[in-house]
């Protein structure tokens, strides 16, 4: 806790913020120095405001998919030519995020989110307007533009805001904007092409017009930075040991905000200066930046799991109304309803249940945070995705739609679970000054992994096989490589925290000489 004259602060954070820290957030002032700014945009708020801005970015993604028949009839288009419209998106991705990246300790985060924003808007407008196949290629590659500015800071924010024992369903919550977004895209394109008889182009011009507002309003979100400190280099004892003292609930590193002469020098050890914890906040280049967070191979093989996930999630995503129409007969307004309420139904529950499990086990047990923290998440990941397989099997191998809809939705329950811990193992196996950059290259791991490549794959095999539905088993197969990689980062990440627990009292014991003098 900070005391500032006579009043009693709220502080939030620390180095950064992790677990309701909010170390970014400029709501640490006092109660009579706080604007109207700081009151309308409370964490609450906030949190309210992302997850909005998610669910329209992932709306995009299921209005295009939904949009594929359309669009390959509009511009003669083979399915690999169709799948492509749901990939290039990657390609303004990684020209935008070493931009952004390099920039985010250095710029304010709002800035750099409106200006992503405003590109994703301008690239939505320009997909409406295009009149060729090479044109709506290159407005979505610069969807990719917007996506790199937001995919990294905004997982970090919602880190820093949400409560500490609440940490992974917040997580989770904000990421379950990616199913419900997508549903609604679904559910949106049918309902204005179809029921509205208005062109597809509608459909880009109309998320556009609702992106505008959040691209605007996101500059006065009191954000002001990211973990504005380095921390201890990593694969030293000390850095080993770092994360492990912010682990568990009640333990002397983990970061709670508190209110002066409450519990006096509860975070004494959590708030000590940067100097005693080696840290250093000298600017380093992007590339080094980088290549610490490539050498952590906990992070790592999480990232590779989540590209094969990604990769599976992402090819149903795009392909799942074409296998309706193609395989059951469906027309586009079922298949879209069908697959857009299982979606949302699976988001919202899986999510928020799978998030609401680790964090009950979590704060019973070792705590949500460091690499005993990412130990218990990957643990979880491996138990739920067990399940998705056979249930995914099941259901591309029947013929009965029910059955066939039954056992899709609960291996999308099970993969929507894994939604908050993953994420909340990628945020907590890096040191706090990355995790911006964490965050931004996981997706960009994701995305190449993932969902870059899947729809237009998926889409060659298609025509290779001429089967929809041994392409959709075999995509159900790929998704044994998610718990594979996951099931080796639960491995490293156990092993790396008792190496930490060995070191944490030498490190403790150095540290409080160090403030003593």
Known sequence: AEYMGNSQVLVMGG???????????????????????????????TFVFVCMINLITYYDRGAIAALLLTLQDEFHLSTT??????????????????????????????????????????????????????????????IGVGEASFCGISPTMVDDIAPPKQRTIWLAIFFAAIPVGAACGFLGAGLITKHAHLSWRWVFFTEAIGMAPFMLGILFVPYLRTSAVKELAVGSEAAEAQPLLRSGPGSIQERTPLVLGETPGAVSDASAEPAA???????????????????NTVWLTTCVGYGAYTFVLGGLSFWAPTYLQKQMGMTLDEATFYIGAITVFCGLVGTFAGGALVDTIAGRTVGSKGLVGSALQLKWCVLYSMFVTPLGLVAFGSSNKWVFFGCLAGAQLFMFAVTGPVNAALLSCVPEYYRTLSMAMSIFVLHSLGDMPSPVVIGAVIHWTGSYRRTMLMLMLWFILAIVFWSLAWLLARTRAARAAKAAPTVLAVKRIEQSQ
């Open 277 to 295: 914890n080696g840290a250093s906040s000298e600017p380093s280049s992007f590339c080094a930046d980088v290549a610490v967070v490539f050498s």
């Open 15 to 45: 180095l950064g913020g992790s677990g309701g820290g909010g170390g970014g957030l400029a709501y640490a002032n006092a109660k009579g120095e706080r604007t109207c700014q700081h009151i309308v945009f409370n964490r609450y708020v």
């Open 81 to 142: 030519e169709g799948g492509l419209l749901g990939s290039v998106f990657m390609l303004g991705f990684m020209i935008a995020s070493p931009i952004f990246a390099q920039f985010i300790h250095s710029v304010r985060p709002t800035y750099l989110l409106s200006i992503g924003l405003a590109g994703w808007t301008g690239a939505a407008l320009f997909s409406g307007f295009s009149h060729s196949y090479a044109q709506l290629l290159v407005a979505r590659s610069l």
